[in-house]
């Protein structure tokens, strides 16, 4: 896949402008609040990756920065404009890749990117198109006939087609291969290296790992966790395991660590994980203590993101670990 | 700002275009709705020619053959259409882009539209192959009969998709507009052999003012069967372009406030 020219955000704008900006955003339907007030920004050349299980609200939220729907309360903002009701002006800059959405059948590919095209205001030429997605040789082939990951790249074609500023990826790479899901974060890193602003939904941690420079982890609504993936990380201890013979001495009480012991295995959980692991292998080689498999590493995003996106409402706080040993 | 270009009226038609290319393409796919695009108007002709035709002659029949267009073509398609694809999320997709609301519903609906146009020219034309056509009273009451009509059936199936689940469900959906109109329109029972009180009502359905209208210009008819010229044509027409005017505004507004562009989850 190929990026090709820029899609430069519209140049009058003042870089104090955000691309995207979130307000308070709320979305009921009847008496049940799928939103519950989120706030977020996304800057030209960033992305922002969405985290959260099934129902947790990152579809319906993303619908109102589509202009698909309204809030039903606080404020969305593209290039400080009103997706909805300033539906004209706003569209033209923002490529839209839903969940899932359809397309005729008895088209082929190439017919049904051209007409696409044709209703937008500057669009990319055809070929080019369909180069960056790995479909050129499939320009003639029905969309009947195309396999599910052809799907999918067919319609990320046609929400780059405008060549937009803004893109909005609700789970852009489900259902690709993973070469095919490599080729489409090297596009979208493309993009975003040309200046495009980028929100984007997935359940692959790695794929937020790869493309986000920032991450908000949404739960019931809200987001419960938001920072880049260092900080993201960061808000989980670190784990430090290994194991001891049983006739080791007694481990001492480590500054700032919890552990959790059941002999032979050990597993020593701390939030400043270099003084914990200095003062561990400085007690062991005192005591000429074996540690056996020793393992020390920093939490990782997977599990900041089970701690979080998963846990009832009333166990929301990260780390609540079992009193040591 | 004003970094953000307004959108303009030719714009407007170029996204129009697009779409309406690409649906009527489609539609060219598939054979057995051309050919009985083709076919039902040449047999509608051509059955009446066995049968025999009636006093009314070729002229009444051009009447009829429009009104079940519309019908049975124009709106009962566009139902199927409008549903079908907001059930297959193509609505949707379409609503990310730069095509409006109203264009994508225009768009969608021109190839329905240009066979609603050939169906009537194809009857118009085997009359007049059959020796049955005579000069019209007005040629332009007819063809108001036939834009208005065909943009009434347009707002009338987007309306109509509110309460139609499925392509399926729209035989069930469409009936109280088809039935009412096969009956009470005029279509097939000429408004004259009801109680006048009655017809006086009919006129007022949907329908009924494009049969009254096409009728007018046609065979120099009025709904109760007295003959007018040119002058009377359309002095009888101003009720029914009333009429029609105002269903398709009602209906337009309606249409804009049910029409769903997603399925409901």
């Known amino acids: ?325 | 700002m004003t970094v953000l270009a307004a959108p303009t009226a030719s714009g407007a038609r170029r996204r129009v275009l697009a779409l309406a290319g690409a649906e009527t393409r489609l539609l060219l796919r598939n054979r057995t709705a051309v050919v009985n695009s083709v076919l039902m108007p040449l047999l509608l002709v051509a059955a009446v020619r066995a049968i025999g035709l009636d006093t009314a002659g070729g002229n009444q029949l051009v009447v009829t053959g429009l009104g079940i267009t519309l019908l049975f073509v124009t709106y009962y398609n566009l139902v199927t259409t409008y549903v079908a694809r907001r059930e297959d999320l193509v609505l949707q997709r379409m609503r990310t882009g730069e095509l409006t609301g109203p264009e994508i519903l225009l768009g969608t609906a021109v190839p329905t539209l240009l066979v609603t146009l050939a169906q009537v020219a194809l009857v118009t034309a085997g009359v007049t192959v059959i020796g049955e056509w005579s000069a019209p009273v007005d040629v332009v009451l007819p063809l108001l009969a036939l834009v208005l009509g065909a943009a009434l059936m347009v707002v009338l199936a987007a309306a109509s998709t509110a309460f139609t689940r499925t392509a399926e469900s729209a035989q069930i959906t469409t009936l109280p507009l088809v039935m009412g109109a096969t009956v009470g329109s005029g279509l097939f029972t000429p408004l004259s052999v009801f109680p006048e009180a009655l017809a006086g009502v009919l006129r007022f359905l949907p329908l009924t003012p494009v049969v009254e209208l096409a009728q007018l210009g046609l065979t120099g008819r009025a709904w109760d069967g007295r003959a007018v010229d040119l002058a009377g044509a359309w002095s009888a027409a101003v009720l029914p372009l009333a009429v029609l005017a105002a269903w398709t505004i009602v209906g337009g507004l309606l249409a804009g406030r049910v029409f769903r562009w997603a399925p409901r989850r």
């Open chain 1, 1 to 325: 896949m190929h990026p090709t020219t820029a899609p430069a955000p519209p140049s009058p704008v003042p870089p104090t402008v955000p691309a995207v900006e979130v307000v308070d955003l709320r979305r009921r339907y009847g008496s049940f609040e799928a939103v519950r007030g989120i706030s977020f920004e996304v800057h030209p050349g960033e992305v922002l990756a969405v985290l959260g299980v099934n129902g947790a609200g990152k579809t319906s939220a993303l619908e109102v920065l589509e202009g698909l729907a309204a809030p039903s309360g606080g404020s969305v903002r593209v290039f400080g404009r009103d997706p909805q009701h300033e539906r004209s002006a706003v569209r033209r800059h923002l490529g839209v890749l839903l969940q899932a959405s359809g397309l005729p059948g008895d088209l082929t590919v190439a017919e049904t990117v051209r007409p696409w095209g044709r209703t937008l205001t500057d669009p990319r030429p055809v070929g080019e198109a369909l180069e960056m997605v790995d479909l050129a040789g499939r320009a003639d082939v029905r969309v009947r006939s195309l396999s599910g990951g052809e799907r999918r790249r067919l319609d990320l074609t046609l929400a780059l087609l405008g060549r937009p500023a803004v893109l909005v990826l609700d789970e852009p790479t489900t259902g690709l291969d993973p070469e095919s899901r490599r080729s489409v974060w090297t596009l979208v890193r493309g993009l975003v290296d040309d200046g495009a602003a980028v929100v984007l939904t997935t359940h692959h941690l790695e794929e937020a790992e790869q493309l986000a420079d920032r991450i908000a982890i949404m739960r019931a609504g809200r987001i419960v966790l938001a920072g880049t993936r260092e900080e993201i990380a960061a808000t989980q201890p670190a784990t430090i395991t290994f194991t001891l013979t049983a006739d080791a001495p007694a481990l001492p009480s480590l500054p700032g660590v919890r552990a959790h012991t059941r002999r032979p295995d050990v597993e020593l959980h701390t939030r400043a994980l270099q003084p914990a692991l200095t003062a561990l292998l400085t007690w062991a080689a005192e005591h000429r203590v074996v540690l056996a498999g020793l393992q020390a590493r920093s939490a990782s995003l997977e599990r900041a993101f089970l701690a979080v996106a998963d846990a009832e409402p009333a166990a929301a706080e990260p780390a609540a670990a079992d009193p040591a040993a």
